[in-house]
């Protein structure tokens, strides 16, 4: 058990530091920072899927008045390491997907860069290329682990007897489409060398993780890279890693020495160069008794990866632990292809993994004529089915029993397609949402004090939105026994001791605890009335209990959806969420990162699909015209609720993590409503309209 | 994108002057379609004729009832304007579902029906196009054509001409004034947009140099309803999958007059000709049994439909938002 | 090929130098140093562009700055005044209308240029008497609203920033 703060200002709800800075739109991003005279970069991509570059002529490019350097294979530094292969820019020939940067070019503005970005003549001698992915392939192989660490398969008791025995059993394939993250903010990338040292302003969800793989990669010394982030336009997770732009923009800021240069990826250029989530292909098998308990959970999972960076995205891995079963399995398979490398987005593995399961259920439930909540509350686990170690605190019950009552779901007729209103077919639908207890190790914070009962506290996170600027000084200010006002904080810059990457919903815990612990030495050392300049830094405490219980938070999430019987069109006028999060430290800011990921939920329920042309290797809808996501009248209204939680177990502050769980389970439950409205059960996304005319 | 010479037009003819001679002349109007292409590539104008600050602002009452509508008239603007909201419903709503507010604020009369195909492949230079290079083939067919053609298409273009109000302006018979070198010139809308044939390069029958000065829209008689229906992949902020305009009469329960245009479905706003064949002099009177005539209307204006693999779905959206838009006016009737 | 012009950016005159390929967003954010204006997409389609031009909204991206030679425009750091925050800004803090804030500063402008038009009247494709008087309504909000894409999913408490800061 972990000693626990007591909240004074946990739990209250103070408006964002950053709020008078974002609404002036004086914060500033990677892009908004102030250097002298800088150089601007564009990149020149492939237009072959796979190939081997035969030449790069930059003459007329370099000709262009304004333009200063133009990089490309030929004439690129070699790199200290490039074992990961996405970032070994311009380290060889071969072209191993469509988008793939063969040159960069660095010019006086703007104008003149994306000009000459269009006079660099790129010959590829073109390879036949293969980006199908399906789940018939026969060169599918298991990876050694799955993201996360996590096993690639598990296999308990027996589904082929536990099917034979079941009187109710399902068999069905779902797809997930393939999403790009599309934060609003494009990653952005100023870099300016100065006596060796790279500084860069970047846009990124870690900084010393940053300027770690930054250093790497460039051969320098990690302390000779800095990296500074105050303000980060979201994230999503393609920000968690670096990206090539960034290795780029540092050999082109190399290439024109003293001088700044920016590097913004256009959108387009995103869908291929910032990772993105697989589409996967998910088996699922279940069986139940006539009383709906389950007897079989079985998934399996196909994902594509890049042929040349293994990316293996955790689909089945959240049906390990929500819901009771003797037989159970999961297997994860992954097709190489000539594809961009795929990385993290928003709740890797429980987003897409608990939309085909979550849908199962739900005709699973149909089947044997149970409400589905109900049918969900059958299988409740005693303990994590998948470990059998017990859960630190489980309340998937409360949040559905609560989410019905405050939804109305008790006044559900629970046939298809019985409701009708001015031309609308009405439905409602309910999935259970699920993300884990993430907590990464190795970050730091200093508390210093810098006037009587004021704190300044230091620690190198970030803030992509999620409202660490405001949520780490509530923590300080409990941990300090201060006033929340009278703690400054310093995150967003590798000048500040190291912390790990905003990922995982793990901020909280992972910063917030090594917060608490700085606090709780700086009082031990000091006392309550410290001198000035009195400081104490500590470094994220060992985790003594994670080993014994099983960490999760859960969710339910209910959702009205109508489809016009004329059109097909859908609409989702109503999304509810209740979530068991252990402690919220902010509910202002934690009720936004919720209803935030109900509605990317949604967007991916109805809109979202990055659409492969498999012709030429590359999403053709790569823009916001196309590629669409949610826009304000697609989301009337969005409800998030939390039960009380009390969890000792996960960290002091009781938290579990709220950035991911809030689009975990959505798309089902929309897709549960759908066809609740109109009795057309669509087992892959997006609910396009298309599926429901007739 | 390579640099341009900026010249903002002195008057109309001087517009037409400064464009006139040779190819590398583009007008700059609101400039959200031109200057979108010329980032991607897609256009490369040597000189730009700003005609953006032009006196063809203004939206004027015609004696006979009908409305001249200026060039450069902002699209908000013109959907604001009190005739077009009274008179001409489907021309407001057409305009206010297409792009945003703040697009709108810029976008202009003449912009909007010279604004070039949506199609994915049209706008990246990394793709084989007909319409952008002629010759070198079209990359729509074979793949993702949810934004593409069912009707008139060629085995050269299957693109789509992606203008709401161009659709509504269709449906209501609009004139187009243009000034060209050889004088001022009188096309009817629905020629103004070509097929694409074998020359999908060529989206309407103007040539680079012909100025758009206005748009004419006959008075519709006494008693008209009309309306706009957008069916699309979101709820706002999204091109037409396929749309309606609907303009239609009704006396004694028998429709006297009915226009219908289809967006979304061809290289140009669709006038639904055979559909108001089988509708006109067809009795309605807002009962469930129209519906079967509305229907058969649908029926027989997608008989020609030929979808390609991809948009099959388009026929019987198309044939039901028919059916939806001359429901929702037959009932307004009454 | 370069050519001068004047803007008038949040109360303040500017002449500079532009390149007539250098949008109006470009000339804000190279060429002044605003940094309210972002660029989300560069091809209008995201509004975070989004900036007063003579006291309408438009998208600056899509616009070349030459065009504009003249032009009164207000972003929204011009919308406060220092440590005073406008109205709309202020409802935007207390209902928590954004995340990550990119898109934000470009939502304050769309929403006061927004409420202009429904002062004077103007329907959206959500009004449904065209020819009535337009009543602010949630619906009407986010149609209104719609040209602006938040990522972070604030649209919720957008709409409720908006109803409250139109008060
Ligand atoms: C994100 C986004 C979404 C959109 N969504 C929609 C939508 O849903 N529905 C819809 O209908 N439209 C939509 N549009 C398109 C928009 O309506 C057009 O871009 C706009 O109407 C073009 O007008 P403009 O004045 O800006 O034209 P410009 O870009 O200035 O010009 C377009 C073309 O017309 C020529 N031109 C302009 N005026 C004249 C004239 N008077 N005479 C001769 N030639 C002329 C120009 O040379 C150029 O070739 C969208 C645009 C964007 C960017
Ligand atoms: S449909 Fe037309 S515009 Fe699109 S790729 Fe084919 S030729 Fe080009
Ligand atoms: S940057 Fe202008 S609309 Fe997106
Ligand atoms: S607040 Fe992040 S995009 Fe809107």
Excluded at chain 1, 314 to 325: D, E, I, K, N
Excluded at chain 1, 419 to 434: I, N
Excluded at chain 2, 252 to 260: A, K, L, P
Excluded at chain 3, 104 to 131: F, I, R
Aim: net charge negative; proline share 6%; charged share 20%.
């Amino acid at each position: 058990m972990t000693d626990l703060l007591r909240p004074r200002v946990l739990g209250q709800s103070p408006t964002r530091v950053d709020g008078p800075a974002k609404v002036t739109g004086t914060a500033r991003y990677a892009g908004d920072q102030r250097v002298s005279d800088p150089a601007y970069v564009h990149l020149v991509q492939a237009d072959v899927a796979r190939g081997v570059l035969t030449e790069v002529d930059v003459s007329a490019a370099q000709a262009l008045h304004g333009v200063l350097a133009v990089l490309t294979p030929d004439n690129a530094p070699r790199l200290a390491s490039t074992d990961d292969a996405e970032l070994a820019a311009f380290q060889s020939h071969e072209v191993a997907f469509r988008g793939q940067v063969v040159a960069a070019v660095v010019a006086r503005t703007r104008e003149i860069a994306r000009h000459a970005a269009a006079l660099v003549r790129v010959e590829i001698d073109q390879r036949p290329h293969d980006v199908h992915l399906s789940a018939d392939r026969d060169d599918l192989y298991a990876p050694e682990k799955v993201n996360g660490g996590s096993a690639t398969d598990t296999e308990q008791g027996d589904i082929g007897t536990g099917l034979a025995h079941s009187p109710f059993t399902l068999d069905q394939t779902y797809t997930t489409a393939w999403y790009n993250n599309n934060p609003l903010e494009p990653h952005t990338t100023t870099a300016l060398w100065l006596d060796g040292d790279l500084a860069l302003y970047e846009s990124t969800q870690g900084v010393h993780t940053t300027r770690e793989s930054t250093a790497r990669v460039l051969g320098l010394a990690p302390e000779r890279v800095h990296v500074i982030a105050p303000h980060v336009g979201g994230g999503f997770g393609s920000k968690g890693t670096v990206h090539v732009h960034v290795i780029i923009a540092a050999l082109a800021a190399k290439a024109v020495p003293g001088t700044p240069v920016k590097l913004a990826l256009t959108r387009q250029q995103m869908f291929s160069l910032v990772g993105y989530r697989t589409p996967t292909i998910q088996r699922v098998r279940l069986g139940c008794d006539a009383d709906g308990r389950l007897a079989v959970v079985a998934v399996d999972a196909v994902g594509q990866t890049a042929r040349i960076k293994e990316f293996a995205e955790q689909t089945a891995v959240p049906s390990r632990t929500v819901y009771a079963a003797p037989n159970r399995r999961t297997t994860h398979r992954l097709a190489a292809l000539d594809v961009p490398v795929p990385s993290w987005m928003r709740a890797p593995g429980e987003c897409p993994g608990m939309f085909g399961p979550e849908v199962a259920v739900d005709e699973l439930a149909i089947a044997c004529g149970l409400d589905p909540v109900e049918f969900r509350i059958r299988n409740e686990p005693d303990v994590d089915p998948d470990t059998g170690k017990p859960f630190s605190s489980r309340n998937l019950v409360a949040c559905l029993r609560e989410g019905a009552r405050r939804f109305g779901w008790e006044h559900r007729d629970p046939a298809p397609r019985a409701r009708a209103e001015s031309g609308w077919l009405m439905g409602t639908g309910v999935a259970a949402s699920t993300y884990p207890v993430n907590r990464i190790p190795g970050s730091v914070a200093t508390v210093r004090c810098t006037a009587p009962g004021r704190y300044l506290v230091s620690i190198g996170a970030v803030d992509i939105g999620t409202g660490t600027w405001t949520s780490l000084a509530q923590i300080a200010a409990d941990a300090l026994g201060a006033d929340f006002t009278d703690v400054e904080m310093r995150i967003g810059d590798t000048a500040r001791p190291r912390a790990s990457v905003a990922g995982g919903s793990s901020g909280i815990t992972s910063w917030g605890s090594t917060v608490v612990a700085a606090a709780r030495e700086f009082r031990r050392t000091f006392g309550d009335h410290p001198a000035e300049g009195a400081e104490a830094s500590a470094a994220m405490p060992e985790d003594d209990v994670g080993e014994e219980y099983a960490m999760h938070a859960f969710g339910a999430q209910f959702a009205e959806v109508r489809v016009h019987a004329d059109t097909g069109e859908v609409r989702v006028p109503r999304l509810l969420g209740v979530f068991a999060v252990g402690r919220v430290v902010n509910p202002r800011l934690a009720r936004s990162q919720l209803i935030g990921g109900m509605t990317m939920g949604l967007s991916m329920a109805l809109h979202e699909h990055s659409v492969l042309d498999e012709r030429f290797g590359h999403v053709v809808n790569h823009d916001f015209a196309e590629y669409h996501i949610a826009t304000n009248s697609d989301v009337p209204h969005v409800e998030a609720h939390w039960v009380e939680e009390h969890d000792p177990h996960t960290n002091p502050m009781g938290t579990k993590g709220i950035g991911e769980i809030g689009i975990v389970g959505t798309a089902a439950a929309i897709a549960n409503a759908a066809h609740h409205a109109t009795g057309v059960r669509v087992r892959d996304l997006p609910l396009t309209l298309d599926h429901f005319l007739e | 994108m390579i640099p341009f010479d900026y010249r903002l037009a002195p008057d109309v003819d001087g517009a037409v002057a400064a464009a006139t001679g040779w190819g590398g002349v583009a007008f700059l109007a609101g400039g959200t379609n031109l200057v979108d292409h010329m980032k991607l590539g897609v256009a490369a104008p040597e000189v730009l004729v700003d005609i953006s600050r032009l006196p063809l602002d203004a939206v004027e009452e015609l004696p006979d009832g009908g409305l001249r509508i200026g060039a450069t008239v902002r699209n908000s603007d013109l959907a604001a304007h009190p005739a077009v909201r009274r008179d001409y419903p489907v021309l407001a709503r057409a305009l206010l579902s297409g792009a945003s507010g703040q697009v709108r604020n810029l976008a202009t009369t003449g912009g909007n029906l010279l604004q070039r195909t949506r199609c994915a492949y049209f706008q990246d230079l990394s793709t084989p196009c007909n319409k952008r290079e002629p010759g070198t083939g079209c990359s729509a067919i074979g793949g993702y054509t949810r934004q593409h053609a069912i009707l008139g298409a060629s085995a050269h273009c299957v693109a789509t001409h992606p203008s709401d109000m161009a659709v509504a302006m269709a449906a209501l018979d609009a004139q187009v004034t243009v000034l060209g070198t050889s004088g001022r010139r009188v096309i009817p809308l629905v020629e103004l947009h070509r097929l694409p044939g074998d020359e999908p390069h060529r989206d309407t029958v103007l040539s680079p140099s012909d100025l758009i000065t206005a748009v004419e829209l006959p008075p519709l008689p006494e008693g008209t309803r009309s309306l706009y229906r957008k069916v699309r992949d979101r709820a706002s902020y999204a091109f037409a999958l396929v749309s309606v305009a609907a303009v239609l009469r009704v006396e004694d329960g028998v429709v006297r007059d009915v226009r219908i245009a289809l967006g979304g479905v061809a290289h140009k706003p669709w006038r639904a000709r055979r559909a108001e064949d089988v509708l006109r002099g067809s009795p309605v009177d807002g009962s469930p049994a129209d519906e079967e005539v509305f229907r058969r209307a649908a029926e027989a204006e997608l008989a020609g439909a030929a979808p390609l693999a991809g948009n099959g779905f388009k026929v019987p959206l198309a044939r039901n938002t028919v059916v939806s838009a001359l429901r929702g006016l037959s009932r307004e009737e009454r | 090929m370069d050519s001068e012009i004047q803007l008038r950016v949040d109360g303040r005159r500017k002449r500079l130098r532009v390149d007539t390929r250098m949008t109006l967003l470009d000339a804000l954010r190279d060429g002044i140093g605003a940094t309210a204006p972002k660029t989300g997409c560069d091809h209008g389609q995201c509004g975070s562009c989004t900036v007063l031009l003579d006291g309408r909204r438009v998208i600056t991206c899509l616009t070349f700055a030459v065009a504009h030679d003249g032009a009164d425009i207000t972003t929204a750091e011009g919308l406060a005044d220092g440590e005073w925050l406008h109205p709309m800004q202020r409802a935007f803090i207390e209902r928590d209308a954004f995340q990550c804030g990119f898109c934000t500063p470009g939502q304050v402008c769309s929403a006061l240029g927004m409420l202009a038009e429904v002062e004077a009247g103007h329907p959206s494709v959500a009004t449904d008497d065209l020819t009535g008087p337009v009543e602010l309504t949630d619906e009407e909000i986010r149609e209104r609203m719609s040209g602006n894409l938040c990522r972070c999913g604030a649209y919720v408490n957008i709409v409720d920033a908006v109803r409250d800061g139109a008060r």
